[in-house]
T-cell receptor, first 111, second 113 residues
Framework: EDKVVQSPLSLVVHEGDTVTLNCSYE??????LLWYKQEKKAPTFLFML??SGIEKKSGRLSSILDKKELFSILNITATQTGDSAVYLC???????????WGAGTKLIIKP | GAGVSQTPSNKVTEKGKYVELRCDPI?????LYWYRQSLGQGPEFLIYFQGTGAADDSGLPNDRFFAVRPEGSVSTLKIQRTERGDSAVYLC???????????FGPGTRLTVL
């Protein structure tokens, strides 16, 4: 059965800290891995990763994929209170278009 | 439009009533998805449209749920005889096949009393 597992489930850090969020997967016919940030209702797209070892970067956020070990990490440096959110990882398989979702990591940044 | 829009943003209804939730995808996106999300969980797939047709409705929980996309753009999710267990945030996403990534609307929070 296809599955996506995120860790930790929740994380509390202080502003300025660096955090690393993990996403591991077991999916048949992997196509891509996506990271989303969810604050209120809808997930906001962050990154799509398809190739191993190529870092995607956007400001203080970066992500990388390891297709051999079947995981991805999302790094956030110099965290700010506005980074507080649930970070969701989802995997898309070639065989269908459905996204297989992790349960998310709830990140809380304390001032 | 610039992004996916959904209306209403909130809907409160009574058990047994009928509701319609609307999704307007990003212009030019041929693929449209409906999900629902309960507190503390990732989105749960409901149905996928490619153009006007429902390519996969295997995620619809039962026959009280139905969705249409008659002109290949706007979609409506219809729920008959609502139950308290239908309370959730209903998310719509669109994508352009081949480009990857699904872009989500703000969601509709449905509360069934």
């Amino acid at each position: 059965e296809d599955k996506v597992v995120q860790s930790p489930l929740s994380l509390v850090v202080h502003e300025g800290d660096t955090v690393t969020l993990n996403c591991s997967y077991e999916v048949t016919n992997f196509r891509s891995l996506l990271w989303y940030k969810q604050e209120k209702k809808a997930p906001t797209f962050l990154f799509m990763l398809t190739s191993s070892g190529i870092e995607k970067k956007s400001g203080r956020l970066s992500s990388i994929l390891d297709k051999k070990e079947l995981f991805s990490i999302l790094n956030i440096t110099a965290t700010q209170t506005g980074d507080s959110a649930v970070y969701l990882c989802a995997v898309e398989a070639n065989s269908n278009y459905q996204l297989i979702w992790g349960a998310g990591t709830k990140l809380i940044i304390k001032p | 439009g610039a992004g996916v829009s959904q209306t209403p943003s909130n809907k409160v209804t009574e058990k047994g009533k009928y509701v319609e939730l609307r999704c307007d995808p990003i212009s030019g996106h041929t693929a449209l998805y409906w999900y629902r999300q309960s507190l503390g969980q990732g989105p749960e797939f409901l149905i996928y449209f490619q153009g006007t047709g429902a390519a996969d409705d295997s995620g619809l929980p039962n026959d009280r749920f139905f969705a249409v996309r008659p002109e290949g753009s706007v979609s409506t999710l219809k729920i008959q005889r609502t139950e308290r267990g239908d309370s959730a945030v209903y998310l719509c996403a669109s994508s352009q096949p081949g480009l990857g990534g699904q872009f989500f609307g703000p969601g509709t929070r449905l509360t069934v009393l």
